[in-house]
């Protein structure tokens, strides 16, 4: 797999039969939403979703594992804290990896050290983002690691969506670059339920991104049982998933092949709406968009409409921190926006981080039109990123 | 009958009910005729609490139809209006050229004034064109002789749930399936002392910035939300059973359960319109936590939550846990200290809450989050009022000084 990050080409070897490897795996965000499984046990989801890469300089998950004869048992650090090896996740994707190792050893296909799959591992785990930023880190985290043992094991690339799935569903997504698909599948074993490319990351080059992490707020209902809930409870969300979502699935590919970003923009904006629908369609219902959601989404509303077009486009995943996607063109000003109708700490943190935004004057117009009483600090910071492996 | 003098004035007060939907109704087949795209299903509420108050006078002296709402004189030319004076003028002549009438035969061609106020604040967010078109409906009926059968269409043409407050109790909007819209009536599925024990409390949130109106607001959804449609086809109905049902055997639980699951469904398509809307807001959200907290302290549906199109509150609850909700909304919500009074209406017994309860429910306290709290139960439909103290209108068919309410 060429997209991704190798810190090394082959595990280093020395005296004491160390093998170590570092790689570096990205986050993406869903425009086309997974929410429900068909299969608890296999992470199948009940419809195909689809997402965008995110680029490695603003947000990565690092990850180095070591092997050696000499370890007792498998451990594993995760932003600097062991935690325990025995989550159900992280042992499914260690026993995958291994079982597709002795496979490939036992057809005798091998390159890697014949012993290292029944050695132990020790597992170092970071993020370069805060873990308070709300972004999903388990899709970058169990990317990073999958890919990371495969190249320690020596397993192919074709094989590790179904071991990434198995550690976190959207971390199957997270083994590509630019805009991937997670295909449903159909088999009951799941092994059609894969992650694949749909365009590289330059394909689409004047897509920006910006996430707006808002202030922190009480713990929401985790992903993994919120869905479960769904599943159970929403008379709505099979409807999504057999008749909705195959069609948007459909759009999506095409609005993206033909670079239409308003079309983009609201295909994205309503399927991220219609995700956080089945969430209130739940019982008891789940509220992931806060106040401040609500205002962000009434912002981007009122500045598309000023302009009569689509321009901007948020999407919420499990948490009230918006994605927005624009193109370059209208970056500045739209930060420029933010900045405005929602103040930042006068002697705060930087409020832009990432890829650098020039600066933008805002039309008295515009600021009149949008009308808007504005939110001082309702927003922490930006993280200001594109689309990359 | 109306009441006729010299002068030809004949007037007729009535008052009609408020009603909230248990099934909900949102979103149209026929924006002329208001015929909804699913049926739905609400519980009439108690005069006493919350009404409007119609008085309509009629003489050969009268210029033109005029009409005054809440002491202020309105636009009488407004369509939805329009449609009602007309189509219960248009069944009041059908009904003279039958030879039917026993009213006064040229009172259909006269002019009417019109004065109606409601007896709970606009600003409470109740929806009142419902209780104020059913009442306006009503009292040109017994003006005019009309038959009371049909008065659910004219109603629905006023405003579409306006037809469920014209019965008491538990009442269906039926969908219909003619296009011309006649078999989209209003029936009661059983009467206000059917379930004695049910009780409703409307927590009226503090005021906030203007929501989406629900005739636009269902209109988009229409257009944009593509969950809407089998809401309507499929879920709405076999929920209607379901309620019908639950109501008959007066089962709370199930019935408070599919209360708040339609609740959020109708909230769910609102989030899945495009642009969305968004009708509950963060004390909204709390309300409904603390109603799920409470029920899991018991391990049982005792209190139920539903939301129109605003922030406000309407819990439905059996009268034995009243007392004990009530307090734990003042526990949650505390109001302010030398305000207003907290609980209107109906009498509510004091309760004590016990250390576990609170402690269980473990929500941090929201001073101010709920201005006030009217408490009441399921009611009956319109009716005329007798005495003449109380129309409305003087002898010179003018707005009494009196009849400006809150």
Redesign the interface.
């Known amino acids: 797999m060429t997209d991704f990050c190798k810190l090394v080409n082959m595990p280093e070897n020395d005296k004491q039969g160390l093998s170590v490897v570092t790689c570096t795996a990205p986050v993406n965000i869903a425009v086309i939403k997974y929410w429900g499984k068909r299969d608890e046990d296999l992470i199948l989801p009940i419809n195909s979703s689809l997402s965008v890469t995110l680029h490695q300089d603003q947000l990565k998950t690092t990850t180095t594992v070591a092997c050696s004869r000499n370890f007792q048992q498998d451990r594993i650090w995760l932003n600097g804290k062991e935690e325990d090896i025995n989550n159900p996740r992280l042992q499914s994707c260690l026993q995958e990896i291994r079982r597709f190792s002795r496979k490939r050893r036992n057809t005798g296909d091998s390159t890697s050290d014949a012993s290292s799959v029944s050695h132990k591992v020790h597992i170092c785990s970071v993020n370069n983002f805060p873990t308070a930023a709300g972004l999903a880190s388990s899709a970058s985290g169990y990317a990073c690691l999958v890919y990371t043992l495969s190249q320690l094991f020596g397993v192919e690339s074709e094989q590790l969506s179904a071991v990434a799935r198995q550690g976190s569903g959207s971390a199957c997504r997270s083994l590509y670059g630019g805009f991937v698909q997670w295909k449903l599948g159909t088999q009951l074993d799941g092994k059609d339920s894969l992650a694949e490319q749909v365009e590289s990351e330059s394909y689409w080059p004047e897509l920006r991104v910006l996430i707006l992490v808002v202030s922190a707020e009480q713990k929401s209902v985790g992903s993994t049982s919120g869905m479960h809930t769904s599943v159970e409870t929403s ?2 969300l099979k ?2 998933a057999d ?2 979502v195959p069609s948007r699935m459909e759009e999506m590919i095409r609005v993206i092949r033909e670079r239409d970003f308003p079309a983009f923009g ?1 295909l994205t ?2 399927d991220s ?2 995700f ?3 969430c ?6 789940i ?1 992931y968009l ?2 401040m959601s ?1 205002r962000i ?1 009434s912002l981007v ?1 009122r500045y598309n409409q000023y302009y009569g077009e689509t321009r901007v486009a948020y999407t919420f995943d499990a948490g009230p921190n918006a994605v927005i996607y624009t193109l370059q063109d209208h970056l500045p000003e739209f930060v420029q926006v933010v900045r405005h109708f929602f103040p930042p700490e006068v002697n705060g943190e930087e409020f832009v981080k990432g890829l650098t935004v020039c600066s933008a004057d805002l039309s008295e117009e515009l600021k009149r039109d949008i009308n808007m009483e504005p939110t001082p600090k309702g927003i922490r910071y930006i993280i200001s990123t594109k689309v990359k492996h």
């Open positions: 008379q709505l409807y999504r008749v909705v609201e904006m309503k709406n219609q956080h629908a089945i209130l369609d739940t019982y008891p219902p509220f806060n106040n609500h989404i509303h």
